[in-house]
């Protein structure tokens, strides 16, 4: 009798077991084909705001969130952005001619943004789900 309940609780003990693998196992491969779609989808939706002649252009883009933005400096002069937006939004090192910064819209929301250097040239992104 005393075995036999062992017997049963090292069964129930590895049914869990054998659970808790098999469910893990496919809430990991979820997550990595997540992730694989969100990149492939912002890698497709990309855009690019050209900064030339103490501009950005275009100055004004509407994307949907999880869209990436690439600003490319063409100016011999530096440049850096920064957000205006209480929101956290895109915030660049110093960009050097032909120099590039990348950021990804994750949520949506009205992002304004303008040159660290120059308060003159600003750029705003609407974003929507
Ligand atoms: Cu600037």
Redesign the pocket.
């Known amino acids: 009798m005393k075995n036999t309940i062992i017997f049963i609780v090292v069964l129930i003990i590895l049914g869990v077991g054998v659970y808790y693998f098999v469910f893990n196992k496919s809430y990991i491969n979820n997550t990595m084909n997540t992730n694989i779609n969100t990149t492939d989808t912002t890698a497709e939706s990309g855009m690019v705001v050209n900064i030339k002649d103490?501009a950005f252009n275009p100055s004004t883009l509407n994307i949907k969130a999880g869209t990436k933005i690439t600003w490319i400096n063409n100016d011999q002069?530096q440049?850096?952005i920064i957000s205006v937006s209480d929101e956290a939004g895109p915030s660049s090192d110093v960009l050097s001619q032909n120099d590039t910064y990348t950021y990804i819209f994750k949520k949506a929301g009205n992002f304004e943004y303008r040159?660290s250097?120059?308060p003159s040239?600003t750029g705003s992104v609407v974003v929507t789900e």
């Open positions: 103490f002069a440049h850096k040159c250097f120059h040239m």
